[in-house]
């Protein structure tokens, strides 16, 4: 069974700092891309960062580009995201996925393996505040 527990999130004030972390388990985690997604208070889901399987090439949207940084672990299977110079439009629930391919969000609705994706484990919540 593919589990992704993620954990890191918190009350932070505007500039600051947090590091998630993403345990996965259930499925070879070395063989997917992963991918960071965030659904804040009355929205839809946003695309927020992807990783390839080996880790070497990363990807953002503009509106986290410098700010965020992912990565993995593939010997403990984890996932991070470093977020700095946090924002109050930041603040969502926190997913991790996995990429079933061509994974990609649109409109509010993210799609893995051409079918629609809705988080399946409980995310964390990252809350920016003054």
């Known amino acids: 069974e593919v589990q992704l527990v993620e954990s890191g999130g918190g009350l932070v004030q505007p500039g600051g700092s947090l590091r998630l972390s993403c345990a996965a388990s259930g499925f070879t985690f070395s063989d997917y891309h992963m991918t960071w997604i965030r659904q804040a208070p009355g929205k839809g889901l946003e695309w927020v960062s992807s990783?390839?399987?080996?880790?070497?090439?990363?990807y953002y949207p503009d509106s986290v580009k410098g700010r965020f940084t992912i990565s993995r672990d593939n010997t403990k299977n984890m996932l991070y995201l470093q977020l700095n110079s946090l924002k109050t439009d930041d603040t969502a629930m926190y997913y991790c996925?996995?990429?079933?391919?061509?994974?990609?969000?649109?409109?509010?609705?993210?799609?893995?393996?051409?079918?629609?994706?809705?988080?399946g484990s409980q995310g964390t919540q990252v809350t920016v505040s003054s």
């Open positions: 990783i390839n399987s080996a880790g070497g090439s990363t």
């Open positions: 996925a996995r990429d079933e391919g061509d994974f990609y969000c649109h409109g509010g609705r993210c799609f893995s393996g051409g079918r629609a994706y809705q988080p």
